[in-house]
């Protein structure tokens, strides 16, 4: 992840994610390897299509799980033009849906589709989101604050297939227009059906996470 | 050639060890933190300590990874203190091995272990002893022998502790600072016959719920925190008639730590709700015919980008009881602590903690500054300011003897107020 401000001074921060979709949601674990002071630290979520998302802190240094208050959605995370709400999955329960509509991004068809956040605590009044006929994945996101003026723009490149079924982007854009900032998330490494289980996110498995 | 007089099938087992444990330290890694931390008080110490004190320290971390099943932890910590030859010390925070069963987690060898929820104090926390010199706030730890059995399943884990070889608590010597007026001695006494060769037990149980996280706990054992009992060679005192009244020139009598066997019950459970987190940590000790009750409770609450911008405040509130009151071992016996968090989410994670702790029935208060920024990938710098509000001066050795006031057990730090800046490098 490369942090870039608005007089295009850069930081890098580098981690490392595992996934697991259940039926309640899904569970990630992130671990951090720099900046380096808080390398080895873990976030645990729990992200659920209805109700609160959970989340969990793991400090090494001190050994200590804190849990994270659930409304912290809109705040950035780690610093970057992202916010939490903007990395965890977008589950279709959590918007209210307005029309749709047809329109080219960069030559390519796709279906522009506007969504507003259901919880109140979202930093965000709408979100604008270009998605491509072809695939159907979503390349583009447009994101109105609580005011209705544009924010961020969220773009997404190089998506390749994996395992036949799942498509993946390598690189992941989101420019604050207001703020001049912004950060590319960059992928690599995907692999999928690595035989994790629920005993990978567990709180156990938050405390060894390294 | 000595391998050839062993069996082709023992060869061949052998050097598949070897090729494991060759390939497995290939995986090993090594990550280290040193830092140079400067301390400078407001006055020369009672005793005439320096104003300022300087030290550096090193902390190692090797990991390991046998199989996906085993691994191996080494921390060794050491601390060079400039001023302070008790400060000066070495420890291994852990050297340990972890097994993942199936359904099951085995960690054996020396380790840190952390129960509780609470800023102002750290009650439940018991497994670890207190490294006081690195901290004055109780956070930092020394490793501690152990078998650990972990089961966790769903919502609910258990955790049972088998703790062989107790550590005593380090105390800064003669030299250093926010210490009593009288030095406390390196020969403990033991309440058990066993001394630190005591075996203490614990177990834990914790509830995670989606807002709600309980846990319960049980420790027999040796009392982490020991009673400093003055052991005084009365042949060495001053006497007007047959009464005390000093100690003879050259006598500094020392305070001996008394560790009880003790059995303590422990609650500690968080409540998320929203921007709200509600904490609670409660411990009922019992030991011989002493028996009390203590707890800390209260909220942080968070107001998520409360300038309009990045930011994050954080308003703590907590209130400190103590059953003990005056005979208490802690400062904080009926105690409100109200705190102020601040952080910028910037990339420097600039991050800010101001606490106060208010005794409003002795008029004593401990004001605390914590704040922390990262300079660069691999440096981060720290600032701590502590101040002792009290309304009486630090005490003599004599008047300490004979005068003890447990209405102002922050009188003996409140020449300490200091501030120390901590220079963290990580390679």
Redesign the interface.
């Known amino acids: 992840m490369t942090?870039i401000?608005s007089q295009g001074q850069q930081?890098?921060r580098q981690l490392r994610v595992q996934n697991l979709e259940y039926p309640e949601g899904e569970k990630s674990l992130m671990v951090f390897d720099?900046?380096?002071?808080?390398?080895?630290s873990a976030l645990l979520s729990y992200t659920h299509p209805v109700?609160?998302d959970?989340q969990w802190l793991f400090l090494p240094a001190?050994?200590?799980v804190k849990?994270?208050?659930?409304?912290?959605k809109?705040?950035?995370f780690m610093?970057s033009e992202f916010a939490f709400e903007d990395i965890v999955t977008p589950f279709w329960q959590k918007f209210t849906y307005a029309g749709i509509s047809q329109n080219e991004l960069n030559g390519l068809a796709c279906h522009v589709l506007e969504r507003s956040p259901n919880d109140k605590?979202s930093?965000y009044s709408k979100q604008r989101l270009w998605i491509d006929h072809e695939h159907l994945l979503v390349r583009q996101i447009e994101y109105f604050d609580r005011r209705g003026e544009l924010l961020k723009v969220y773009t997404a490149d190089g998506f390749t297939q994996h395992n036949q079924q799942h498509w993946r982007p390598a690189s992941m854009h989101m420019r604050n227009v207001q703020n001049g900032r912004q950060t590319k998330l960059e992928w690599r490494d995907y692999r999928f059906a690595q035989g994790l289980s629920d005993?990978d996110f567990?709180?156990?498995a938050l405390l060894?996470a390294? | 050639m000595p391998l050839t007089i062993l069996l082709p099938s023992r060869r061949h087992a052998l050097v598949c060890l070897l090729f494991a444990l060759a390939s497995a330290l290939h995986a090993n890694e090594w990550?280290h933190e040193l830092s140079l931390e400067h301390s400078q008080f407001a006055q020369p110490g009672v005793d005439g300590q320096r104003s300022g004190h300087t030290s550096a320290a090193w902390q190692g971390e090797w990991?390991l990874p046998l199989d996906d099943a085993n691994s191996l932890t080494v921390t060794p910590f050491v601390r060079a203190d400039a001023q302070d030859s008790r400060r000066s010390h070495v420890d291994l925070r852990e050297a340990s091995w972890?097994h993942?069963g199936d359904g099951f987690?085995l960690r054996s060898g020396i380790r840190?272990?952390?129960w509780?929820v609470t800023e102002g104090t750290h009650l439940v926390d018991i497994i670890n002893q207190t490294d006081l010199v690195e901290r004055l706030d109780g956070?930092a730890k020394l490793g501690q022998p152990m078998i650990n059995l972990?089961f966790?399943r769903d919502s609910q884990?258990w955790d049972f502790f088998v703790l062989p070889g107790f550590r005593e608590r380090t105390f800064t010597g003669e030299d250093g600072r926010l210490r009593t007026p009288l030095v406390v001695s390196k020969d403990a006494r033991y309440e058990s016959s066993q001394g630190q060769q005591h075996v203490d037990f614990a177990a834990r149980w914790?509830f995670?719920g989606?807002?709600l996280?309980l846990g319960l706990s049980g420790f027999h054992g040796t009392s982490r925190e020991p009673e400093l009992r003055a052991e005084l060679d009365l042949s060495r005192l001053r006497y007007q008639g047959l009464q005390p009244v000093g100690l003879q020139a050259g006598y500094t009598p020392e305070l001996t730590p008394y560790y009880r066997q003790i059995t303590q019950w422990g609650l500690d459970a968080?409540y998320?709700a929203?921007?709200?987190?509600w904490k609670l940590e409660a411990i009922s000790q019992h030991g011989g015919e002493n028996c009390h009750q203590a707890f800390d409770a209260g909220f942080e609450y968070?107001q998520?980008?409360a300038l309009e911008g990045?930011e994050?405040f954080g308003w703590l509130i907590e209130y400190l009881h103590d059953s003990r009151d005056q005979r208490a071992t802690t400062p904080f016996e009926h105690d409100w602590l109200l705190g102020w968090r601040l952080s910028l989410?910037?990339?420097a994670?600039t991050q800010l903690l101001a606490s106060v702790i208010v005794d409003a029935e002795h008029n004593e208060q401990l004001l605390s500054l914590e704040g922390q920024r990262?300079l660069s990938?691999?440096l981060?710098l720290e600032l701590e300011l502590r101040a002792f509000f009290s309304p009486k001066a630090p005490q003599e050795p004599w008047a300490f003897l004979s005068q003890p006031d447990s209405q102002h057990k922050l009188r003996s730090l409140a020449d300490d107020d200091y501030l120390r800046l901590t220079l963290?490098y990580?390679?």
């Open positions: 942090l401000d930081a890098s720099t900046p380096r002071d808080v390398r080895g109700g609160d959970e001190i050994k200590r849990q994270i208050g659930a409304r912290n809109s705040g950035p610093a605590n930093g005993r567990s709180q156990n060894r390294r | 990550r990991w972890l993942i987690e840190q272990v952390f509780g956070e972990a966790e884990q914790q995670n989606e807002q996280r968080q998320t929203g921007d709200w987190l968070t998520v980008g990045p994050d989410n910037d990339p994670s990262r990938d691999s981060l963290r990580f390679l």
